[in-house]
């Protein structure tokens, strides 16, 4: 099998941990490619570079040379994910669907990026899973502020998980792909929904669990 990972940012850092990630989780013997946007912002962050993002997305798709047997949209938030699904006849999924999908429990979102919150709701909002999700809870830092210092920002995710929890959730998804594998480094005795493994889950011929 071979998977498509494409970054709509333009971090290159950021498409080689995706790779890494997607690998990890998926079935042995799987290729992982991975395409980084080439034009857009270093992190998404706001909705106009969400939507540069979407335009991103599709232009690293139509850079591609190989063949794909599945495609991975390596943004939590899936931006131009429709469109891109509408592009080929390969089964596309986005962190934010998978991980959405994925939970079949209340659930909340925790994520970097204040913008971000009203943005997840939305989409929650559209997925078949709404009626679980319990919020989105956010940090005052971007995916590469966690990413150059994971360890900093430990005790703030605990935080906003305490939060969550009290609101209802029974989950917890680590939005991001800088949050990928993040889970260990939280509170213990949670359930967490990793965003990579649930991605590598919604596409693999062999499921693999989503969970963190």
């Known amino acids: 099998m071979r998977i498509l990972v494409i970054n709509p940012n333009t971090t290159a850092a950021m498409t080689d941990t995706l790779v890494a990630e997607v690998t990890r989780h998926a079935p042995a013997g799987t290729i992982v490619d991975g395409m980084t946007a080439a034009f857009g912002a270093p992190v998404i962050a706001t909705r106009e570079s969400f939507a540069v993002g979407a335009d991103a997305t599709l232009d690293a798709f139509a850079r591609y040379t190989g063949t794909p047997d599945a495609i991975i949209l390596g943004c939590f938030g899936d931006p131009g994910l429709a469109a891109l699904r509408a592009r080929t006849a390969v089964p596309v999924t986005g962190l934010a669907e998978a991980s959405f999908l994925a939970a079949d429990v209340p659930f909340a979102v925790l994520t970097s990026g204040a913008a971000w919150r009203d943005i997840l709701l ?21 995916g590469l502020d966690v ?66």
């Open 122 to 142: 939305e989409q929650i909002a559209l997925s078949p899973n709404a009626a679980l999700g319990r919020g989105v809870w956010t940090l005052d830092a971007t």
């Open 147 to 212: 990413r150059r210092d994971p360890d900093a920002f430990i005790a703030q995710f605990d935080d906003l998980g305490r939060q969550a929890l009290a609101a209802g959730a029974e989950a917890l998804i680590l939005g991001g792909a800088v949050l990928a594998g993040y889970a260990p480094r939280l509170r213990a005795g949670v359930r967490y929904i990793d965003c990579v493994a649930a991605a590598v889950a919604a596409i693999s011929p062999a499921p693999c669990p989503a969970g963190g």
